[in-house]
């Protein structure tokens, strides 16, 4: 029931007896118990039976929780304690012989009340038993002088207890103390017994319920508070028959309504004409987008699963609409009295910047679900330079680009193409767990035309929004696209590579980058002199040029683009012909349209914000006149709109006016190559293809028409600097992958919140906080057009031996021995992985007020060495990965005391090391995940972070979780390597060939002691050991007498022969 009284729902119970008890455990989980041998979890929210735990104890007919177990009492006279997680029995307490009458909690104590068999039956039982739940065992019973039926807890001053008989006697007295019969009082019921007892929240008032259904409430003070945050209570309202106020007739504004009339179907002297009461049904609200999204047609009838949105049979109705239904254009904000300068509430929540909040676990408690609730990955933010974010999904999304990024590999260490393939695998692998782009990003930071363009940003002007975000993400989708383009026009392919250049896409002249995105040009320039050159020319992108027209005109999109691709200008150029700079007409004519058209909108001014304003404006009312009276205020569904849902087009033929807001922007252009090297661009729509037909019929005579795939924006918000969001149209090809489905849908991409959105939201462009900065359009059945297979670039040739960049390194210091060809692994086969790490730059956080730490920005960690060792055969424990990791950043700490690494380590001019390239060690660990091995480590889970690699869950098996018992504290490889193995490692610094060993030994142990986990009680049994020792030891390995470690045992004695 709602506080008022009002019934919310009724459930109906199967299969159930009796119940007794309930149990609410917090907002939205209740627990039901009575005389049958289970009980019942129901979700509140959704109204639906969640879990049924088995209780090997029938009968559970009182139910109490603290923050340590459930506790439940049996009609039997038990009393149980069960886990908060599992609902499994931890302990049990035999209270009473007979049946259990009450039983209360508080701190450490538990008392319980109950009847003892006598021999002429059952017996009220005098003695309260006591239990003391810190040593789990009872202590002296305390003896009362009524025959009790309820007790509680009213820790007051003291922990006192309120016994309570039927016969309404009520004795107070202390737990652990002697009741005394002064403290007896006595309550008058008007029946004969009191059924029910308990105490205020507060612990202020008392409240008795007897069998004639009266309630006695007894408080300490004439006004008590009933609970820490009480409010009136709501009592229905009286009937008001018998109580009419008079009325004056001569006041012309009384309501006559205060009267109460019968109903009558008969005309009443105020009832509306006729005309002015026609029934107006109101509108079905719009389908949710997630319905729709998901929805699967079997003929005309679309099934798809219940969201669980909104409750059953409930409309939020709208009491407020806009005043003005056509001419609200124009908003003017909220008043900034009593907020800050400026005010920020007008950005949607949603597109707002999102930040991590990180605890003393860092990132493993954050819920990253809470933004993301789909199958597909974000991206994110806390990595320098991870403004780009928004633009690494938009080239993942598009299919052509994803497949042949992945097909590419190259020999040179940081090639922003390899790296990017390296990060659309993780996308492809990732269920909605958000990856970063660690490596991708420090392979852009090493770029020298990234720097000298100003892409790179310094830690304090990201943070604090200094540059010009727009700007800076367009000339970041120039300088990708070119780089790209450059790196994928190599077609020297080295042997440890092969297989990277085998693809059918590369041409000698041109790189797959170029097939998809350039369009070739002639550029005329025509002296006065008569002398005209031209030069063939080809770009990547375009810059929407605007036209100087303040007079409001009309401009379609299709317009300014064509002003944009054939652009006119006078400028002063060199003449052969005059020999000196002269004024000079250039013209630019198209010779190929790309594939994927991609315009950067340069609105970095007010006069370009201005002009997209107007324009929206002028498009508006254009479209509101258009459409006449047809136009609704809200986005909803007509009765036609619902027939047309069933139709194959499923085509909605009347917008909304939020819809047509802020809109200029076309989902579709055509553009047409004409035979004296012009071109025709106009914007195109539905209509236009029903009534002239498909457009692939016409790209034969050089008709071609782009759909709109993505749009950047850039989100002005003074509170936070601002940031850069997506809009993505996501393909069939990545729902049937994720979820699936066949279907298409617009999401907004804000780095790892990912949320579905109606497409018009796409379009929109409210410039006073969301600014356009990027447009993809893509030729229609583009996927058609390429070979979208994906080869696996990687070959088992990255295992076999390779040459250190260290100077010095010298075969007698040779730590690891690589795979022969007979030792290649296969799928299912173990490896033993550890990794070290070094510091590049410091954690940053503050200090509260309350002494607490707050981590603003984690330390930036770069891996430094990586061990992997083999986990089975005659050579098991042998390494034959042992790469240290070459870096070029500034290393801040070594961390020498937890990782080994000393500085000059992963330097080539001094280091001994088997010193490496990181993409060299990353291409070894993808062959291993791609071919299916299986990884034992300790902690893998920060490894694999670090280390930048997505590596699917059955493929991991972390020892820390291996050992460890729920909501107990994760154990460390040495005291575990102490205590199952009897092994002393990791004495003065850590060594990652030992660790990985050892985490191999430890999984050995593992399957022995669980019987390859069919044993799973035993082995419980075994960590309840483990957990003891540890209290014991502190957690903490007794010193040894003499340093022994299995690194320094003679394991390469019979190895160095191979």
């Given at each position: 029931m709602?506080?008022g009284?009002?019934?919310?729902?009724?459930y109906l119970?199967?299969?159930?007896?009796?119940?007794?008890?309930?149990?609410?455990?917090?907002?939205?989980?209740?627990?039901?118990?009575g005389?049958?041998?289970h009980?019942?979890e129901?979700?509140?929210n959704?109204?639906?039976?969640?879990?049924?735990?088995?209780?090997?104890?029938p009968g559970?007919?009182i139910m109490r929780?603290?923050?340590?177990?459930f506790f439940c009492?049996?009609?039997?006279?038990?009393v149980?304690l069960?886990?908060?997680r599992?609902?499994?029995?931890?302990?049990?307490?035999?209270?009473?012989?007979?049946s259990l009458?009450?039983f209360?909690?508080h701190?450490?104590?538990?008392?319980a009340?109950?009847f003892?068999?006598?021999?002429?039956?059952?017996?009220?039982?005098?003695?309260?038993?006591?239990?003391?739940?810190?040593?789990m065992?009872?202590?002296?019973?305390l003896?009362?002088?009524?025959?009790?039926?309820?007790?509680?807890f009213?820790?007051?001053?003291?922990?006192?207890?309120?016994?309570?008989?039927?016969?309404?006697?009520c004795?107070?007295?202390?737990?652990?103390?002697?009741?005394?019969p002064?403290?007896?009082f006595?309550?008058?019921?008007v029946g004969p017994l009191?059924m029910t007892?308990?105490?205020?929240?507060?612990?202020?008032?008392?409240?008795?319920?007897?069998?004639?259904?009266?309630?006695?409430?007894?408080?300490?003070?004439?006004?008590?508070?009933f609970?820490?945050?009480?409010?009136?209570?709501e009592f229905a309202?009286?009937?008001l028959?018998d109580?009419?106020?008079?009325?004056?007739?001569?006041?012309?504004?009384l309501?006559?309504s205060?009267?109460?009339?019968?109903?009558?179907?008969?005309?009443?002297?105020?009832?509306?004409?006729?005309?002015n009461?026609?029934?107006?049904?109101r509108?079905?609200p719009?389908?949710d987008?997630?319905?729709?999204?998901?929805?699967?047609?079997v003929?005309?009838?679309?099934y798809?699963p219940?969201?669980?949105?909104?409750?059953?049979?409930?409309?939020?109705?709208?009491?407020?609409?806009?005043?003005s239904?056509?001419?609200?254009f124009s908003q003017?904000?909220?008043?900034?009295?009593g907020r800050?300068?400026?005010p920020?509430?007008?950005v949607s929540?949603?597109?707002?910047?999102?930040?991590?909040?990180y605890?003393?676990l860092?990132?493993?408690?954050?819920?990253f679900?809470?933004?993301n609730?789909?199958?597909f990955?974000?991206?994110?933010?806390?990595?320098p330079n991870?403004?780009?974010n928004?633009?690494?999904?938009v080239?993942?999304?598009l299919?052509?680009?994803?497949c042949?990024?992945?097909?590419?590999?190259?020999?040179?260490?940081f090639?922003?193409?390899?790296?990017?393939?390296?990060?659309?695998?993780?996308?492809d692998?990732?269920?909605?767990?958000?990856?970063?782009?660690?490596?991708?990003l420090?392979a852009f930071r090493t770029i020298?035309?990234?720097?000298?363009?100003?892409?790179?940003?310094a830690?304090?002007?990201?943070?604090?929004?200094?540059?010009?975000?727009?700007r800076?993400?367009?000339?970041?989708?120039?300088?990708?696209?070119?780089?790209?383009?450059?790196?994928?026009?190599?077609?020297e392919?080295?042997?440890a590579?092969?297989?990277a250049?085998?693809?059918?896409?590369c041409?000698?002249?041109?790189s797959?980058?170029?097939?998809?995105?350039?369009?070739?040009?002639?550029?005329?320039?025509?002296?006065?002199?008569?002398?005209e050159t031209v030069r063939a020319?080809?770009?990547?992108?375009?810059?929407?040029?605007?036209?100087d027209?303040?007079?409001?005109?009309?401009?379609?999109?299709?317009?300014?683009?064509?002003?944009?691709?054939?652009?006119?200008?006078n400028?002063?150029?060199?003449?052969?012909n005059?020999?000196?700079?002269?004024?000079?007409?250039?013209?630019r004519?198209?010779?190929h349209?790309p594939?994927?058209?991609?315009?950067n909108?340069?609105v970095?001014?007010?006069?370009?914000?201005?002009?997209w304003?107007?324009?929206?404006?002028?498009?508006f009312?254009?479209?509101?006149?258009?459409h006449?009276?047809?136009?609704?205020?809200?986005?909803e569904f007509?009765l036609?709109?619902?027939?047309?849902?069933?139709?194959?087009e499923g085509v909605?033929?009347c917008?909304?006016?939020e819809?047509?807001?802020?809109?200029?922007?076309?989902?579709?252009?055509?553009?047409?190559m004409?035979?004296?090297?012009?071109?025709?661009v106009c914007?195109?729509?539905d209509?236009?293809?029903?009534?002239?037909?498909?457009?692939?019929a016409?790209?034969?005579?050089?008709?071609?028409?782009y759909?709109?795939?993505?749009?950047v924006?850039h989100?002005?918000?003074?509170?936070?600097?601002?940031?850069?969001?997506?809009?993505?149209?996501?393909?069939?090809t990545y729902?049937?992958?994720?979820?699936?489905?066949?279907?298409?849908?617009?999401?907004?991409?804000?780095?790892?919140l990912?949320?579905?959105i109606?497409?018009?939201?796409a379009?929109?462009?409210?410039?006073?906080?969301k600014?356009p900065?990027i447009l993809?359009?893509?030729?229609?059945?583009?996927?058609?057009?390429?070979?979208l297979?994906?080869?696996?670039?990687i070959e088992?040739?990255?295992?076999?031996?390779e040459a250190?960049?260290?100077?010095?390194?010298r075969?007698?210091?040779?730590t690891?021995i690589?795979?022969?060809?007979?030792?290649?692994?296969q799928?299912?086969?173990?490896v033993?992985?550890?990794?070290?790490f070094?510091?590049?730059?410091?954690?940053?956080?503050?200090?509260?007020?309350?002494?607490t730490?707050?981590?603003?920005?984690?330390?930036?960690?770069s891996?430094?060495?990586?061990?992997?060792v083999?986990?089975?055969?005659?050579?098991?424990?042998?390494?034959?990965?042992d790469d240290?990791?070459s870096?070029?950043?500034?290393?801040?700490?070594?961390?020498t005391q937890?990782?080994?690494?000393?500085?000059g380590?992963?330097?080539?001019k001094?280091?001994?090391?088997?010193?490496t390239?990181?993409?060299?060690?990353y291409?070894k660990?993808r062959f291993l995940?791609?071919?299916?091995?299986k990884?034992v480590g300790?902690g893998?889970?920060?490894?694999f972070?670090?280390?930048?690699?997505?590596?699917?869950?059955?493929?991991?098996?972390?020892t820390?979780?291996l050992?460890?018992?729920?909501?107990?504290?994760?154990?460390?490889?040495?005291f575990?390597?102490?205590y199952?193995l009897?092994?002393?490692i990791?004495?003065?610094?850590h060594?990652?060939?030992?660790?990985?060993r050892?985490a191999?030994q430890?999984?050995?142990?593992?399957?022995?002691?669980?019987?390859?986990?069919?044993?799973?009680?035993?082995?419980?049994k075994?960590?309840?050991?483990?957990?003891?020792?540890g209290?014991?030891?502190d957690?903490k390995?007794p010193?040894?007498?003499g340093?022994?470690?299995?690194?320094?045992?003679?394991?390469?004695?019979?190895?160095?022969a191979?």
């Amino acid at each position: 029931m709602a506080r008022g009284g009002l019934i919310i729902f009724d459930y109906l119970l199967d299969e159930n007896e009796d119940m007794h008890s309930l149990l609410l455990t917090d907002s939205s989980t209740l627990l039901i118990g009575g005389l049958q041998n289970h009980i019942l979890e129901i979700d509140l929210n959704t109204v639906q039976e969640t879990q049924k735990y088995a209780v090997e104890t029938p009968g559970v007919t009182i139910m109490r929780q603290t923050n340590r177990f459930f506790f439940c009492g049996h009609t039997s006279g038990k009393v149980s304690l069960r886990d908060l997680r599992t609902f499994k029995v931890e302990h049990e307490f035999d209270a009473f012989s007979g049946s259990l009458s009450d039983f209360d909690v508080h701190g450490n104590l538990l008392a319980a009340c109950g009847f003892s068999s006598r021999l002429t039956g059952l017996a009220c039982d005098r003695f309260l038993k006591v239990y003391d739940l810190r040593m789990m065992r009872a202590i002296t019973p305390l003896q009362v002088h009524v025959d009790p039926a309820f007790l509680r807890f009213i820790p007051t001053y003291t922990s006192r207890l309120a016994i309570i008989s039927q016969s309404g006697q009520c004795q107070f007295c202390e737990p652990t103390g002697l009741a005394n019969p002064a403290d007896i009082f006595h309550v008058n019921p008007v029946g004969p017994l009191l059924m029910t007892f308990d105490v205020s929240a507060s612990k202020q008032a008392l409240a008795f319920g007897d069998s004639e259904g009266c309630v006695h409430l007894w408080t300490d003070s004439p006004e008590p508070s009933f609970n820490p945050y009480s409010r009136e209570t709501e009592f229905a309202l009286p009937c008001l028959v018998d109580s009419l106020p008079p009325l004056d007739w001569s006041q012309d504004l009384l309501p006559l309504s205060l009267i109460p009339v019968p109903l009558t179907t008969d005309t009443l002297l105020s009832d509306w004409p006729a005309a002015n009461s026609a029934p107006a049904p109101r509108r079905a609200p719009p389908v949710d987008a997630e319905i729709l999204r998901t929805m699967k047609k079997v003929g005309f009838i679309g099934y798809a699963p219940n969201p669980r949105t909104k409750l059953r049979n409930q409309i939020p109705y709208r009491l407020k609409e806009s005043d003005s239904e056509f001419d609200s254009f124009s908003q003017v904000t909220e008043s900034p009295v009593g907020r800050e300068e400026e005010p920020h509430l007008h950005v949607s929540k949603k597109y707002r910047k999102v930040t991590i909040k990180y605890s003393k676990l860092g990132l493993e408690d954050f819920d990253f679900k809470h933004y993301n609730k789909t199958l597909f990955a974000g991206l994110e933010p806390h990595i320098p330079n991870a403004y780009c974010n928004c633009m690494i999904q938009v080239l993942y999304f598009l299919e052509p680009v994803r497949c042949l990024i992945q097909n590419h590999l190259c020999q040179k260490e940081f090639c922003l193409a390899c790296e990017l393939g390296f990060l659309f695998h993780m996308l492809d692998l990732s269920r909605g767990d958000p990856c970063q782009g660690s490596n991708f990003l420090r392979a852009f930071r090493t770029i020298p035309e990234a720097s000298a363009l100003g892409l790179i940003l310094a830690d304090s002007d990201e943070a604090s929004g200094k540059g010009n975000l727009a700007r800076l993400i367009q000339r970041w989708n120039r300088f990708i696209l070119t780089q790209l383009h450059q790196d994928m026009q190599e077609l020297e392919v080295p042997q440890a590579y092969r297989g990277a250049g085998g693809s059918s896409f590369c041409s000698s002249g041109d790189s797959v980058i170029g097939q998809l995105f350039s369009c070739e040009m002639e550029n005329c320039s025509l002296c006065r002199c008569g002398s005209e050159t031209v030069r063939a020319s080809s770009t990547l992108l375009f810059t929407l040029s605007y036209p100087d027209d303040k007079t409001g005109k009309n401009y379609d999109f299709a317009q300014v683009l064509k002003r944009s691709i054939c652009l006119d200008q006078n400028t002063q150029a060199w003449c052969d012909n005059c020999e000196k700079y002269q004024p000079t007409i250039q013209t630019r004519n198209i010779r190929h349209l790309p594939d994927i058209l991609v315009i950067n909108c340069e609105v970095n001014s007010s006069k370009e914000a201005d002009f997209w304003r107007m324009q929206a404006e002028v498009a508006f009312k254009m479209a509101v006149k258009k459409h006449g009276g047809e136009i609704s205020k809200n986005k909803e569904f007509a009765l036609a709109d619902w027939k047309e849902l069933g139709s194959p087009e499923g085509v909605l033929v009347c917008p909304s006016i939020e819809e047509l807001k802020n809109v200029w922007l076309p989902f579709s252009i055509r553009m047409k190559m004409t035979r004296n090297k012009g071109l025709d661009v106009c914007n195109w729509t539905d209509g236009d293809e029903m009534q002239w037909g498909p457009a692939r019929a016409e790209e034969e005579h050089g008709v071609y028409v782009y759909d709109l795939m993505a749009t950047v924006v850039h989100i002005l918000d003074s509170r936070t600097g601002g940031s850069l969001v997506a809009h993505i149209k996501v393909g069939e090809t990545y729902h049937q992958r994720k979820e699936g489905v066949t279907h298409q849908q617009w999401y907004l991409f804000n780095d790892f919140l990912i949320e579905p959105i109606d497409k018009h939201e796409a379009v929109q462009f409210d410039m006073n906080w969301k600014v356009p900065a990027i447009l993809y359009y893509v030729k229609r059945n583009l996927n058609s057009r390429y070979n979208l297979n994906i080869k696996n670039p990687i070959e088992a040739s990255v295992l076999l031996a390779e040459a250190s960049l260290a100077r010095k390194q010298r075969k007698t210091h040779t730590t690891f021995i690589p795979l022969m060809l007979n030792e290649m692994p296969q799928i299912g086969d173990l490896v033993g992985l550890d990794a070290e790490f070094v510091t590049l730059n410091e954690e940053e956080a503050e200090l509260r007020s309350d002494g607490t730490k707050s981590t603003i920005k984690p330390s930036q960690m770069s891996v430094a060495r990586i061990t992997c060792v083999r986990g089975q055969g005659p050579n098991e424990g042998i390494p034959f990965i042992d790469d240290y990791i070459s870096t070029q950043e500034q290393v801040v700490d070594y961390l020498t005391q937890y990782s080994g690494i000393k500085p000059g380590d992963l330097d080539a001019k001094i280091s001994s090391k088997h010193l490496t390239t990181l993409k060299s060690t990353y291409l070894k660990l993808r062959f291993l995940i791609d071919i299916g091995v299986k990884f034992v480590g300790h902690g893998l889970q920060k490894d694999f972070r670090v280390i930048n690699l997505m590596v699917p869950k059955d493929q991991v098996l972390d020892t820390v979780y291996l050992f460890h018992m729920p909501r107990k504290r994760m154990i460390s490889l040495r005291f575990l390597a102490w205590y199952f193995l009897d092994l002393k490692i990791q004495g003065e610094t850590h060594d990652s060939i030992e660790d990985a060993r050892t985490a191999l030994q430890l999984y050995r142990k593992y399957l022995e002691l669980s019987k390859n986990g069919t044993e799973p009680e035993s082995f419980h049994k075994v960590l309840k050991g483990l957990y003891e020792k540890g209290r014991k030891m502190d957690w903490k390995v007794p010193e040894p007498e003499g340093q022994t470690s299995p690194k320094n045992a003679a394991v390469f004695s019979s190895v160095l022969a191979l």
